[in-house]
């Protein structure tokens, strides 16, 4: 499609009126260009409902196994009951879950701990630097001011400075 535009408007620059030809060609191909994007959208539309489709159909699938029951294993149909745990085996999980919650906090309070120092710090480097921009503030001012009482005071028998370019007296 942009060939046969670029050769329309090729040919628009041999003939007299190029404006009216160059819009009468882009005109032409916006038309094509039109007609094949909305027979890329209703095909890219289809594809995404058929994808659509095709997931609720792997969601229902998987609905329906995990609804399903069970297969019979043969320890299930012997009627063997599922181990129970002692209370020496409970106590040991529980141990370990008690073990496994300690080291997440101190991990927790380790990490706060560290963020509160770089806080800290961050706050002490920014205060530093507001101090050392408040200071060369006013360092500035007093230049200012000492220039400033310079320039007010009658310079006694000096005469005025020649500006540059122009000649000596």
Known sequence: MDARRVEGEKACWQRFAVDNCLREVRAQAREQDTALRERELRIN????????????????QKQREKHAPAPMTSSTKQGAQPAVKTPA???????ERQTAAQQRAAAQAQREAAHTAGAAEREAKSEAERAQRVQALQDKQKAAEARRARGAEPRRGEPLPTPK???QP
């Open 45 to 60: 539309s289809e594809e995404r409902q058929e994808k659509a489709r095709e997931r609720l159909r792997a969601i229902e």
């Open 89 to 95: 085996e409970l106590a040991r999980e529980q141990q």
């Open 165 to 167: 370019g122009l000649p």
